[in-house]
T-cell receptor
Framework: DTAVSQTPKYLVTQMGNDKSIKCEQNLGHDTMYWYKQDSKKFLKIMFSYNNKELIINETVPNRFSPKSPDKAHLNLHINSLELGDSAVYFCASSQARLAGAYNEQFFGPGTRLTVL | SQKIEQNSEALNIQEGKTATLTCNYTNYSPAYLQWYRQDPGRGPVFLLL?????KEKRKERLKVTFDTTLKQSLFHITASQPADSATYLC???????????FGRGTSLIVHP
């Protein structure tokens, strides 16, 4: 069974379009995340979300928005796509957010987004 | 500013040798440090965690050291195999934030 799954695996779209990436985890975790991995391989946190709190990396444009229909899902919606949005996007989850906890991250397989 | 540095150049070693990867950091007071493995086209996979009060951790052929004075972690793979070829990422977490911050990773290539 896949622990963290994402769809689609590849997404090619035109500038200006709106797209969504879906993520589901079956680990029973309380916290989910979205990361962006750019061409230089840096893995940067975009959002962290549990049922009580959304933490947004202040560098993320407001064209990006996470949407969570329930604890097992955290989708990423992107408005007005730009060329610079091309990257690999990873969903991840971890156990309940606790201050000082050690938060092993479980990652999905990634979605390669290409904006033309 | 906070920095996590991992060698950007690939590490090439022969099968059977010990691979040693380095993670240096500045302007951090990490509560813990994690190491992940990432294969091409896949998400990172957690390998090991070491806490700030621990000097060394082992798991099978893997060993991690953590020197908070030098602000450095070393990741060792003993008796390396071609299947160990991948990119290895370190990630630091502070007590005030539960979200680890990742380095860019170092590519390891083990030659048969």
């Amino acid at each position: 069974d896949t622990a963290v799954s994402q769809t689609p695996k590849y997404l090619v779209t035109q500038m200006g379009n709106d797209k969504s990436i879906k993520c589901e985890q079956n680990l029973g975790h309380d916290t989910m995340y979205w990361y962006k991995q750019d061409s230089k391989k840096f893995l940067k946190i975009m959002f962290s979300y549990n049922n009580k709190e959304l933490i947004i990396n202040e560098t993320v444009p407001n064209r990006f928005s996470p949407k969570s229909p329930d604890k097992a899902h955290l989708n990423l919606h992107i408005n007005s796509l730009e060329l610079g949005d091309s990257a690999v996007y990873f969903c991840a989850s971890s156990q309940a957010r606790l201050a000082g906890a050690y938060n092993e991250q479980f990652f999905g397989p990634g979605t390669r987004l290409t904006v033309l | 500013s906070q920095k996590i540095e991992q060698n950007s150049e690939a590490l090439n070693i022969q099968e059977g040798k010990t691979a040693t990867l380095t993670c240096n950091y500045t302007n951090y007071s990490p509560a813990y440090l994690q190491w992940y493995r990432q294969d091409p086209g896949r998400g990172p996979v957690f390998l090991l965690l070491i806490r700030e009060n621990e000097k060394e951790k082992r798991k099978e052929r893997l060993k991690v050291t953590f020197d908070t004075t030098l602000k450095q972690s070393l990741f060792h793979i003993t008796a390396s195999q071609p299947a160990d070829s991948a990119t290895y990422l370190c990630a630091l977490g502070s007590g005030g934030s539960y979200i680890p911050t990742f380095g860019r990773g170092t590519s390891l290539i083990v030659h048969p």
